[in-house]
């Protein structure tokens, strides 16, 4: 099964609503890494938060290890913000990625 | 300026031929990966190497090889190329020896095999 999972698979906001993403990992994780990518885009880090809670403007990301969890907060919605959030945990000896599947954002006028 | 570059950008390719996806990382790390991404699948590992001359099957790496010329340079070389190795593929990298270090990805490069 999906190590992984994103949830919602996807979600409509209107300008200036907030956004709550969330990622559940089935095992335990040493690091956890937030990606946005636009439609045919490349992937862009967002946040890399192993643990604990991180700000950068708008976004707030929280990784609660125990609890085997990460959210993504996006205040203040703006259409710009529209694309998919990855969210991905490190696991092992190897520093590989195991990745989600999604959400996909689209922020309307 | 770019830190992880990839080509070509994108490829198409027929069935059988021999494609070699290239990537180049200016980031100074050890760690190097190549991914897939693909519709239902997400991202999955194929190889990824952790120092020059060497290279370590991922999750995923039947029908394809891996090379390392150099601490910049990571190859993924699909010999025999199928259909079923049409996706977007991804190169990133990492610092060395600090294993859950933020991962930087290049712009992919789009494959179609025909």
């Known amino acids: 099964g999906q190590q992984v999972q994103q949830s919602p698979t996807s979600l409509v906001l209107q300008e200036g609503e907030n956004a709550e993403l969330q990622c559940n990992f089935s095992?335990?994780?040493?690091?956890m890494q937030w990606f946005y990518q636009r439609p045919g885009g490349s992937l862009i880090s967002v946040f890399y938060?192993?643990?604990g809670t991180k700000q950068s403007g708008r976004l707030t990301s929280t990784t609660v290890i125990k609890e085997r969890r990460s959210s993504l907060h996006i205040s203040s919605s703006q259409i710009t913000d529209s694309g998919t959030y990855l969210c991905?945990?490190?696991?092992?000896?190897?520093?590989?990625?195991?990745f989600g599947l999604g959400t996909t954002l689209q922020v309307q006028p | 300026e770019a830190a992880v570059t990839q080509s070509p950008r994108s490829k198409v390719a027929v069935t059988g031929g021999k494609v070699t996806l290239s990537c180049h990382q200016t980031n100074n790390h050890d760690y190097m990966y190549w991914y897939r991404q693909d519709t239902g699948h997400g991202l999955r590992l194929i190889h990824y190497?952790?120092?020059?001359?060497?290279?370590e099957k991922g999750d995923i790496p039947d029908g394809y090889k891996a090379s390392r010329p150099s601490q910049e340079n990571f190859s993924l070389i699909l010999e025999l190329a199928s259909l079923s190795q049409t996706a977007v593929y991804f190169c990133?990298?990492?610092?060395?020896?600090?294993?859950?270090?933020?991962?930087?990805f290049g712009p992919g490069t789009r494959l179609t095999v025909l």
């Open positions: 991905a945990m490190g696991t092992g000896n190897t520093g590989k990625l195991i």
């Open positions: 095992t335990s994780l040493n690091s």
């Open positions: 990133a990298s990492s610092d060395w020896g600090v294993y859950y270090a933020e991962q930087f």
């Open positions: 938060n192993p643990s």
């Open positions: 190497s952790y120092v020059a001359d060497s290279t």
